[in-house]
């Protein structure tokens, strides 16, 4: 896009009231026909701006756009550079690649619409444009790869306060879903890049469901979903979110960067739906059931089962008796 028609935009973006014709003339030193042909432009985009008669211009559409969230996300290490991709087939496949490429920690990669996205344990992700948010973070922390399933914990708690925030019901589900009303609103999925001792990248892929699609969920979908428009009982804008979830991670990491993981794993376990609960764990050799006594250090679930604890790193697990939780992501 044209640097000036983008921060026009990121101006009007930035304001909930219409900004007239004469200050953005003044801000992007052009004359008013020069800024009604960038409106234009953006309208032939299919962007959605009203001119309001002896007030301005108002945008209407819901737009992602980099230099908009850039402007209301300012001095944060996470989000020092953000790009908003039409499509990709993978967001995390995106940052990896400029990963391998030299990128600075902090890149934030959202695509409108992914092709190919990845959920957790081979399983794919659903990413509709305009119903969904896909984004992948870089982080380039240092420390060894046995620590970085905390990094997916710290996500998961970044994303519960900031998803609260639009709709309070939000809570985590080992290891990190995150659900409404027990159906899943949004996954995470970490991977990374390490050799012994030494992670080199790790990128954290976060899918939020934002609205139903308007030909509904896919038919491969068999678990319990829902989406934030539904929670909320209101529309939202994916900006907002954007830079809700973008302002939460880079505060939870800030915490976890100097303090370590206690905290982190204390707030994570207030926000766990099935703390002290009953619950069913699934992992590769069939179900175990038992009650959710902690986290470990290492993200693991602690179970307490025929009065001894036992320990799980992988699977899922569901609520026993309860329909407020869903099972599987
Ligand atoms: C899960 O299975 O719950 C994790 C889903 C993670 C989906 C996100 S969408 C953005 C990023 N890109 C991907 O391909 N996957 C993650």
């Known amino acids: 896009m044209n640097p000036t028609r983008d921060a026009i935009l990121a101006r009007l973006g930035s304001s909930n009231v219409p900004v007239s014709g004469d ?23 299919g962007i959605d701006i009203a001119s309001l008669p002896g007030r301005g211009y108002l945008l209407r559409s819901d737009v992602l ?19 908003v991709l039409d499509e990709a087939d993978s967001t995390n496949r995106e940052v990896m690649q400029r990963a391998e490429s030299g990128a600075e920690e902090g890149l934030v990669v959202i695509a409108q619409k992914q ?35 905390q990094l997916s914990l710290v996500t998961a708690v970044a994303i519960q306060r900031a998803l609260s925030g639009f709709a309070p019901q939000v809570r985590i589900k080992w290891p990190n879903d995150l659900l ?24 954290l892929g976060i899918g939020i469901n934002i609205s139903k699609p308007a030909g509904g969920w896919p038919k491969t979908i068999t678990q319990g979903v829902t989406d934030l428009t539904s929670a909320a009982g209101r529309d939202i804008s994916r900006s907002d979110v954007a ?10 990491y800030e ?23 009953s619950v069913r764990a699934h992992g590769e050799n069939g179900y175990v059931e038992g009650i959710a006594e902690a986290l470990d250090e290492d993200g693991a679930l602690l179970l307490r089962v025929d009065g001894e604890i036992r320990r799980f790193v992988a699977g899922d697990i569901e609520l026993i008796d309860n329909g407020n939780m869903g099972s599987s992501s």
Request: aromatic share 6%; glycine share 8%; proline share 3%.
């Open 255 to 277: 915490e976890y960067l100097a303090h370590g993981f206690e905290r982190i794993r204390q707030w994570w376990w207030e926000a766990h739906a099935a703390s002290g609960q």
């Open 243 to 252: 830079v809700s979830v973008i302002e939460a991670l880079d505060d939870c």
């Open 65 to 83: 756009s980099a230099a908009l969230l850039h402007s209301r996300l300012k001095n944060r290490r996470i989000g020092s550079t953000i790009l």
């Open 115 to 149: 092709n190919a996205g990845r959920g957790r344990l081979g399983r794919s992700w659903f990413t509709s444009a305009e119903n969904s948010l896909a984004m992948s973070v870089l982080l380039r922390p240092a420390m060894s790869p046995e620590h970085v399933p």
């Open 180 to 203: 409404a009303g027990g159906a899943k609103l949004a996954g995470i999925l970490t991977e990374m890049r390490a050799e012994p001792g030494r992670v080199h990248a790790v990128v």
């Open 23 to 45: 200050l953005l003339a003044r801000d992007f030193g052009l004359s008013r026909t020069g800024v009604w042909k960038h409106i234009q432009s953006l309208r032939k985009q």
